[in-house]
């Protein structure tokens, strides 16, 4: 039996479990299994196979992929409320990604022999997971649509912006490398270093080492908007 804290912590995170309906809320909690890591261990790797789904609880995750030269590229983090998983389960394929913790991260791991079981019992599940797979697919096309924008401090402005929602808890610090944050938005170190400086001096941000933090975010989407 799953501790009342981990489905407090769920429902409230008004994400896609939340909009689940009841029995499909309560079907999948029973198959959970808490599982917590450490900070930067891998809940798994790009090309394992798929052997279930991670809900995120507290703390959080990074998404790394490797381009076609074989470097691995941070995509984006995540923090509570975050699913993932689904698309190599669904698909039976190897996983595209890999996830990896950037703090002491408190899961679900739903593992794929007791979803399998929950959707042969109820076939209608199917799409209830769908509706996870096309949340995911919107986070990663607003991904790609924000790297497309011309001008490299609001490329960095939209990532800063996006990274704080994935947060554990808005408003507290990101937890994001210069070079990882460089690496998000294709830029330059040197580039990246002389956007944030200049945002911080404008009371917009504030810096510390291996992290931001948001200070006025109405201020830094009317930056986007100029």
Request: proline share 3%.
């Amino acid at each position: 039996m799953l501790d009342k804290g981990y489905n407090q912590k769920l429902f409230q995170e008004g994400r896609w479990f939340s909009r689940r309906s009841e029995r499909f809320q309560r079907d999948l909690l029973e198959c959970g299994i808490p599982k917590t890591f450490d900070a930067w261990e891998t809940l798994y790797h790009y090309g394992d196979p798929a052997n279930g789904i991670f809900a995120v609880l507290n703390g959080g995750v990074q998404i790394t992929a490797p381009a076609d030269d074989g470097q691995e590229f941070v995509l984006h983090r995540e923090g509570a409320g975050f699913w993932i998983g689904d698309l190599a389960l669904f698909a039976d394929a190897p996983r595209l990604v890999t996830i990896v913790t950037t703090q002491e991260t408190d899961t679900l791991f739903f593992p794929n022999s007791r979803v399998a079981k929950i959707v042969k019992a109820n076939p209608h599940y199917v799409r209830e997971f769908y509706a996870l797979t096309q949340e995911n697919m919107q986070t990663a096309l607003r991904i790609m649509a924000n790297l497309a924008v011309t001008g490299s401090e609001k490329r960095l402005v939209l990532r800063l912006l996006h990274l704080d929602e994935g947060s554990s808890k808005q408003g507290d610090w990101i937890v994001v490398s210069q070079e990882e944050l460089a690496g998000m938005i294709a830029v330059s170190q040197p580039t990246l270093h002389r956007s944030l400086h200049r945002l911080a001096d404008l009371g917009l941000i504030e810096l510390g080492y291996g992290r931001v933090r948001l200070k006025d975010k109405q201020a830094l989407i009317a930056n986007c908007q100029t």
